[in-house]
């Protein structure tokens, strides 16, 4: 039996935890596979007619639940979901943009 290391797990940070993160990496376009199940109404096509994950008027993916941050089809995500990993580079490569999104200024009267 092949038991090779893994070859991005040094590439993993493993202080950074979804548990105090936005969910930012739900904000990214998922693509969906052949072997995904997912709920009829969360698939959409984009322009090239690819099926991918609907997005709500916020931005996030529509399976997010706002107010915890926690997808809604967990069991059942699709594999793009499955294999983003969190702590690695791309993950706080969007940690990273997030944060420096400029907070709205308020108006006021
Ligand atoms: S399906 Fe779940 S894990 Fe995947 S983007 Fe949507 S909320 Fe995030």
């Known amino acids: ?9 040094e590439s ?12 930012v990496c739900c904000r990214l376009t998922v693509v969906l596979m052949p072997e995904d199940h997912v709920p009829d109404w969360l698939v959409e096509h984009d322009i090239r007619g690819l099926e991918t994950l609907a997005k709500g008027d916020d931005g996030w993916c529509a399976a997010l639940d706002p107010n915890t941050f926690r997808c809604t089809i967990y069991d059942e995500r699709p594999a793009i979901c499955r294999k983003y990993a969190m702590g690695s580079p791309s993950c706080r490569d969007e940690r ?11 108006l006021t009267s």
């Open 1 to 9: 039996m092949d038991i090779s290391p893994d070859p991005y797990a």
């Open 12 to 23: 993993i940070d493993p202080g950074v935890q979804c548990s105090n993160c936005e969910a």
């Open 96 to 106: 990273r943009k997030w944060r420096q999104v400029p907070t709205p200024i308020m």
